[in-house]
């Protein structure tokens, strides 16, 4: 079976959950050894790590509090004396507290600023030096949080507005170095941290609040962390070399419809949400 990745080295951060672990484990399924970073579930991580062995893979995990940027520099110094190389960086780990603006807390605000800004440049000056000489893939995970208005979520999705504003910058820096750098952005997707968001950020009933977001949906399903992971495969193989600069949304269609389409009967679905 071909495998678009072999032979390449990919990095996740926040890999040992939800959409990260989705994420590393599409790369090895493509091919990709694979280093993923997580900040304090050992066991979570570990778990993560044998799935990938379990895919003939060679794994790592790393431990980096990303809210700490000053340890972004040797983590990658470590990842490149074990494996030699990166070419995939998947910028995925985010973290913020779900409140109000004006009930955030200054620490809140920075470290919200810091895993999704200041880790983030310091990723990169540290991924480049080991991409140099082969084509390489940056990859940000952003949310529709960056360009609409959600509750609890605005110091995040400011966050996320500038990373994207920073995957442009980089894309023109780095396309002639061969790197090419993308976001992913994608609406509801089905995690724990979606969980979390729904019932403790806006102390709603997860089914009710849920169903109500999936008749407003298109496709008429809820994503999945492998919906993700797809189009970050594609996004770091060959077949995408010429696609940089762009923040390319994936939510089965939520944030094309009006407000107004609320006021009309949802459309009959089938068994299997068509």
Known sequence: MTRPLEG??????????????????????????CVITYRRNDAAAAEVVAALEALGRRARAERLDLGEPEQV??????????????????????????RPVLEQKLHNVRRTFAI???????MAQAVVPLMRGRP?????????????????????GAAKAAAEGLVRGLALELGPLAIT??????????????????????????????ERLLAATPVGRHGTPADVAAL????????????????IVIDGGL???SPMTRMEEPPQRGPSGR
């Open 8 to 33: 390449r080295v990919a990095v996740v951060t926040g890999g040992s959950r939800g959409i990260g672990r989705g994420i590393a484990l599409r790369l090895a399924h493509d091919g990709a050894d």
């Open 73 to 98: 520099g040797p983590a990658f110094e470590r990842i490149g004396a074990a494996f030699g190389r990166v070419d995939v960086l998947v910028a995925n780990a985010a973290a913020t507290a779900f």
């Open 181 to 210: 750098v993308n976001a992913v952005t994608p609406g509801f997707i089905g995690t724990d941290s979606s969980t979390y968001y729904v019932t403790e950020g806006l102390g709603l009933d997860y089914e009710r609040a849920t």
């Open 136 to 156: 390489g893939r940056i990859v940000v995970i952003s949310g529709i949080d960056s360009f609409q208005a959600m509750g609890g979520h605005a110091i995040l």
């Open 116 to 122: 999704s800004v200041d880790a983030f440049v310091a």
């Open 232 to 247: 970050v495969g594609y996004l770091v193989s060959d077949a995408a070399s010429f696609l940089t600069g762009q923040c």
């Open 255 to 257: 944030t094309i419809t």
